[in-house]
């Protein structure tokens, strides 16, 4: 099945044209078939229902992919999910090529990363001191790794994609390990603090991969995790689900996965525009007195689904801001890196504008 079966998958969504529905299908979505109720698959990982709501029946790319909503808890996955081994080797081999044209970085992804890194950074500071370790999964380029090495912190990385740790390693010297998210409990290490920034929802099993995770923090660590906000307003049928993301959480959904495997939510936030969610969990269980509305949330995101349209999208002030200001970005990135012989030159600059930026408790 080629829904199933991620990396020949990977090979027919390449050699397949767009749906002959068009722009005009993939923009404005389908009216008579979207939040249609259905029976899934597989049961939702969080709550075990399998009757859904349709969200989507292709990919960004026009390709088949259905995009379902559990009617149980409002977590919203593919439909069938890959299985872990196809998933681990879509990662290994395919996934950069195909999401970025690259096996390694280039100088401008090395530029926008490090910068995202430095924000990263100035996030972390509340919960973790130099000295003390952390362990970033799928660390990508190292870019985060190498930033907060540089402010003391002990900080190794893990990245399936062989080629992208190789170059971690050899680009900036940092401490990086290869292979797939079922390794996890075999680390020997027990760190201050695990972070997974855009990793948690391209895992085809979120609940048992952060449940692994627990083997290796330490009592009194911190999981950092930061995926998409299928909440988001911004965003369009034509550029929403692609399937390289297996889930897509909303605040409520992240807190209840990272509970079901074992932590408690101390912190959940979106960014500032809305775009990602951010959860800061502990091991330990929920506290008493702290129930989750499951029906509750499935109503909530039904309501934002129905709201959706492309003429609200296309008039939103919003949505052309964003569009400008990433077009002058990317724009400023090719420009800027002409000064720069290196990946390693690069994040030395960003970390020079920090200079006089000291890490602080709290």
């Keep these: 099945m080629?829904?199933?079966?991620?990396?020949?998958?990977?090979?027919?969504?390449?050699?397949?044209?767009?749906?002959?529905?068009?722009?005009?299908?993939?923009?404005?979505?389908?009216?008579?078939?979207?939040?249609?109720?259905?029976?899934?698959?597989?049961?939702?990982?969080?709550?075990?229902?399998?009757?859904?709501?349709?969200?989507?029946?292709?990919?960004?790319?026009?390709?088949?992919?259905?995009?379902?909503?559990?009617?149980?808890?409002?977590?919203?996955?593919?439909?069938?999910?890959?299985?872990?081994?196809?998933?681990?080797?879509?990662?290994?081999?395919?996934?950069?090529?195909?999401?970025?044209?690259?096996?390694?970085?280039?100088?401008?992804?090395?530029?926008?990363?490090?910068?995202?890194?430095?924000?990263?950074?100035?996030m972390l500071r509340r919960w973790i001191q130099p000295g003390q370790t952390l362990l970033d999964v799928?660390?990508?380029?190292?870019?985060?790794?190498?930033?907060?090495?540089?402010?003391?912190?002990?900080?190794?990385g893990h990245e399936e994609d062989s080629c992208y740790a190789e170059y971690a390693r050899r680009e900036f010297g940092i401490v990086v390990s290869d292979g797939t998210w079922q390794t996890?409990?075999?680390?020997?290490?027990?760190?201050?603090?695990?972070?997974?920034?855009?990793?948690?929802?391209?895992?085809?099993?979120?609940?048992?991969?952060?449940?692994?995770?627990?083997?290796?923090?330490?009592?009194?660590?911190?999981?950092?995790?930061?995926?998409?906000?299928?909440?988001?307003a911004f965003t369009l049928s034509l550029n929403r689900f692609h399937r390289a993301h297996l889930?897509?959480?909303?605040?409520?959904t992240l807190s209840a996965v990272g509970e079901r495997a074992g932590f408690r939510a101390l912190e959940v936030f979106t960014s500032e525009d809305g775009g990602n969610v951010t959860a800061v969990f502990a091991a330990g269980p929920r506290p008493e007195g702290v129930e989750r509305d499951l029906g509750a949330n499935v109503a909530r995101v039904l309501s934002q689904e129905r709201r959706r349209s492309a003429a609200r999208y296309f008039l939103s002030p919003m949505v052309w801001k964003r569009t400008l200001v990433r077009l002058a970005r990317m724009a400023e990135e090719r420009i800027r890196v002409q000064r720069y012989s290196s990946p390693r030159a690069i994040l030395e600059s960003l970390l020079a504008g920090e200079a006089g930026s000291e890490f602080r408790g709290g």
């Design 2 to 122: 080629a829904r199933v079966q991620m990396q020949s998958a990977t090979l027919k969504f390449r050699l397949q044209p767009p749906s002959r529905r068009g722009w005009f299908h993939r923009i404005f979505g389908e009216p008579r078939k979207s939040l249609q109720l259905l029976e899934a698959a597989h049961g939702c990982p969080l709550c075990s229902h399998r009757d859904a709501y349709l969200l989507a029946s292709c990919a960004r790319d026009g390709a088949p992919l259905r995009t379902v909503l559990c009617r149980g808890c409002g977590l919203a996955r593919v439909d069938p999910l890959p299985d872990a081994e196809s998933v681990s080797q879509y990662y290994r081999q395919g996934y950069r090529q195909e999401y970025k044209g690259v096996v390694e970085p280039k100088l401008h992804h090395v530029l926008r990363s490090g910068r995202i890194a430095v924000r990263r950074m100035r």
């Design 247 to 252: 889930y897509h959480f909303n605040p409520f």
């Design 184 to 232: 996890f409990e075999e680390c020997q290490n027990r760190f201050d603090m695990i972070t997974l920034f855009h990793v948690l929802e391209h895992l085809p099993q979120p609940v048992e991969a952060l449940a692994r995770l627990r083997s290796c923090l330490a009592p009194d660590g911190r999981v950092v995790v930061e995926v998409p906000n299928l909440e988001f």
């Design 138 to 156: 799928g660390c990508g380029g190292g870019e985060l790794v190498f930033v907060l090495s540089r402010q003391g912190i002990v900080a190794c």
